[in-house]
Nanobody, 120 residues
Framework: QVQLVESGGGLVQAGGSLRLSCAAS????????MAWFRQAPGKERLLVAI????????YYTDFMKGRSTISRDNAKSTLYLQMNSLKPDGTAVYFC?????????????WGPGTQVTVSS
């Protein structure tokens, strides 16, 4: 059973940067496609970015496109999200998630989330 734990959130001023990390345990992270999601207060959980098993393919939604980079280090069992030029609408809880390639309709494993607060 893969367990995920996010870290790196915090309070940052608008225009600043944060690097989120997601540490995995209990499984081989290289077998999983990974993603970052965000959930703002009172809003639904939304996709931010995805990355395939070896990092050769990434996808970004419009929210952070051009201002973020998703990456992974399978040897360290860690997923990252570098976020730059943050805006107040980036305030949310950020979650990492993992799924096996054959599971196409949902992410199987989720972390508890890390809070990001962007002040204006």
């Amino acid at each position: 059973q893969v367990q995920l734990v996010e870290s790196g959130g915090g309070l940052v001023q608008a225009g600043g940067s944060l690097r989120l990390s997601c540490a995995a345990s209990g499984g081989d992270l290289s077998m999983y496609r990974m993603a970052w999601f965000r959930q703002a207060p009172g809003k639904e959980r939304l996709l931010v970015a995805i990355i395939n098993q070896n990092g050769s393919y990434t996808y970004y939604t419009d929210f952070m496109k051009g201002r973020s980079t998703i990456s992974r280090d399978n040897a360290k069992s860690t997923l990252y999200l570098q976020m730059n030029s943050l805006k107040p609408d980036g305030t949310a809880v950020y979650f990492c998630a993992a799924r096996r390639p054959q599971v196409v309709d949902r992410y199987e494993h989720w972390g508890p989330g890390t809070q990001v607060t962007v002040s204006s």
